[in-house]
């Protein structure tokens, strides 16, 4: 802490503090002239007003830089599954009675083939983000993205789905069909989206979910079709605000490319 000292002739102003210790030659006695008096005062306020004006933008500049988001995170290598975990079912016997893993990864695209029920999840708990996915789908698809939820346990399979533990974002092949709380960008089975604005099975979709604290904004396909404010839908006032994120695989194919998160400061 500096401080900025006067001393006045006054008998009953002896010295005042206000915040910065002076060059020496500003500190002021009783011998000096009214003019003298005059002029070093208005320098040391000038002194103080600065270095307020200083601390005020250092301030600001924290307090901004606290608030801006990181780099994306390029979650998928496009060439194996590291950084993830697979979940429930991981493997499969194909129409050949062949041992086949459900999530691989084909052409630089993460590939889910439908058979069984699990997630795969990104080994990396989060709080406040953005979770960029592009994703298509194959015919009859059902599959989901989780985020805030734990890990999941097959003994424990109702209480650690993301649909319950956290939350599930819903995808289905269900294009034109009427918004619901099972649709395709439903919180699923709590809050329907405001429009289905999904693809057809064999397009490419771009799904954005951003979420910082309790509020959750998803973007489909460059639509806004969720913005919620989870402290004011009583079925999830009490949802994690914290937790892990995943792809569901829950029937039939569908294929990921470019996930990617954004960690963000909470505002």
């Known amino acids: 802490m500096i401080v900025l000292q006067f001393r006045f002739a006054e008998a009953d102003c002896d010295s005042i503090r206000i915040g910065i210790y002076p060059h020496p030659h500003f500190v002021m006695n009783n011998t000096m002239s009214p003019k003298k008096r005059t002029l070093r ?4 306020t000038l002194a103080l007003g600065l270095m307020m004006l200083t601390q ?27 950084g993830w975990v697979a979940e429930g079912v991981k493997e499969y016997n194909d129409n050949d009675n062949q041992v086949k893993p459900v999530w ?23 709080t406040d983000f953005v979770y960029h996915v592009e ?8 599959s989901g993205l989780g985020i805030r939820h734990v890990k999941y346990e097959v003994s424990k399979s109702t209480a650690t789905r993301p649909s319950y533990s956290g939350y599930e974002i ?25 429009a289905n604005s999904v693809k057809a099975a064999g397009e490419w979709n771009t799904i954005d979910i951003e979420c910082r604290g309790p509020k959750i904004r998803i973007t489909l396909n460059d639509k806004l079709v969720q913005d919620v404010d989870q402290t004011q839908v009583e079925e999830i006032r009490n949802k994690p605000l914290h937790g892990y994120v995943s792809v569901q695989n829950h029937g039939k194919l569908i294929e990921f490319r470019n996930l990617k998160l954004k960690k963000m400061a909470n505002k």
């Open 41 to 44: 005062y208005g320098f040391a």
């Open 56 to 82: 005020s933008v250092n301030h600001e500049m924290l307090a901004d830089q606290s608030t801006q988001p990181s780099e994306w995170i390029e979650m998928f290598n496009g060439q194996d599954l590291t």
């Open 104 to 126: 691989t990864v084909k052409d630089g695209l993460l590939r889910c083939d439908g058979n069984g029920f699990g997630f795969l999840r990104y080994d990396t708990e989060v």
């Open 135 to 142: 994703f298509r789908m194959g015919k009859q698809c059902n």
């Open 170 to 194: 819903q995808i289905l092949d269900d294009e034109k069909s009427e918004p619901s709380k099972t649709s395709t960008a439903s919180l699923y089975r709590y809050v329907a989206p405001t």
